[in-house]
């Protein structure tokens, strides 16, 4: 595992990573940018009618994933045990930030956009090797993560139903066994990546009574999206956007081998919730950087743009809305920060930064929706304008309050910590 010891030691790993990026992005991505500038540029012409993406813009957003993988980066955040590059929390919050800071939204072959919340560059939990892995069993180690690792095939993950969103243990979805397989049926809706997964990490109620307990009873399973019967179809367009990455899954009595159970029968929801997790710090550490990105825009225009004679910087009301954007960034970095290096020690403490998690997840968020607000504002018209991509970024600050657990979620598992007694800040 490549490790971190100190802050300067995991600022100076991240910052030879991220020097890697750009450089990488530069000679594979950039260019594909401009080849398909024109198509980019449009939603009309960048989804098709059932709002997928149009070939070319799929073949190369996969594209850049294989390479991305072959140069390192794709699976750097997936564990070691797993053909992964192993990378400390504490170095992939800052790897994550400077890719948002530097290219900001409205760049779908690189970083959030167009209703996207998946990255071409680094795989999550949502599509791709991640350390819920660590729970897979030899089939699925030799059948599926190699392609995983490789940026060939990606995976979904199939937990949310219709009528099971903030409260899990609602889920309908369940699988019975059959000999060596198991049957599953159930509907699956807000499901990232389903449109284009090659396989779905599906989670089913096996044991009903432990779910009424909320004591267990949900398996996960990782399922083919070509087994019959499994049916990722609809593509769920967000935020006015003409199309996304989301989807709703339909599986009707699909068969599923034994051996493709991650982890132990009816212990699923432990699965999902590492998952998770992962995936609300790392939201947090994009929303930082994202944040930045329009600060950074926000100070330039400040002190170029006239009114009344002076540049918009000299005036206080303007002055005072850059200060707030830098107490939100500042705050939610040191959080985002802190909360990394808190999983990392993990290992060591055994204690899991629960609280930390969802403060840095809800804080990153809510701060980043404050920080574009703000930036909108300053540029005024400009702000407004489809020209620049404020609007993409406070769309997807918007959104992001909601999937890995909704805000008023994190202000719950944050309630519920404090309340048996983990005090600690
Ligand atoms: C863009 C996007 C991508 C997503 N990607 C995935 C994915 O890849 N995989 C996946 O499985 N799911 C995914 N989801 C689903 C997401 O996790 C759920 O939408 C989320 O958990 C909320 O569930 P819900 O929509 O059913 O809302 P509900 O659970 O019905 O909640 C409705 C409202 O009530 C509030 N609420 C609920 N319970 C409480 C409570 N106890 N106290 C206070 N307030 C409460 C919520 O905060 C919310 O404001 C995604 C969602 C979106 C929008």
Redesign the pocket.
Known sequence: MTTATSREDTEALAKGIIEGIHSFVESEVLPLEEQYRKILADERLLFRDDGRLVDEIAEARRNIRRKSAAAGFYAMLAPEEIGGGGLPSSVGVLVLEAIERRYGPGRLLIGWSN?F?TMTLIASF?DGPSHMFLSAGEAVRQQVLPSLLAGEKTI?????EPD????AWGLKCKARRDGDEWVISGT???????PYAEHAAVFAVTDPELVAQHKGGITCFLVDAQSPGYQAEKVLP?MGHMG?D?GSISLDEVRVPNERIMGQVDQGFQIGMLGISEGRLSIAAGCVGMAEWALDRSLEYAKQRKTFGVTLSEHQAIQFMLAECAIDIFTAKQTVVRTAELVDAFPTTGRLPVKEISIAKAYSVEGAERVLDRAIQIHGGMGLSNELPFHEGFRIAR?LR????????Q??TIARQLLRGDVVF
């Open positions: 209703a919340l949502v979904c993950f199939a937990l949310t099971a969103g903030s409260d699956k809706q807000w499901i990232t990546n389903s967000i996304s989301c959104t909601i999937p890995d657990g909704t805000s008023e979620i202000r719950r």
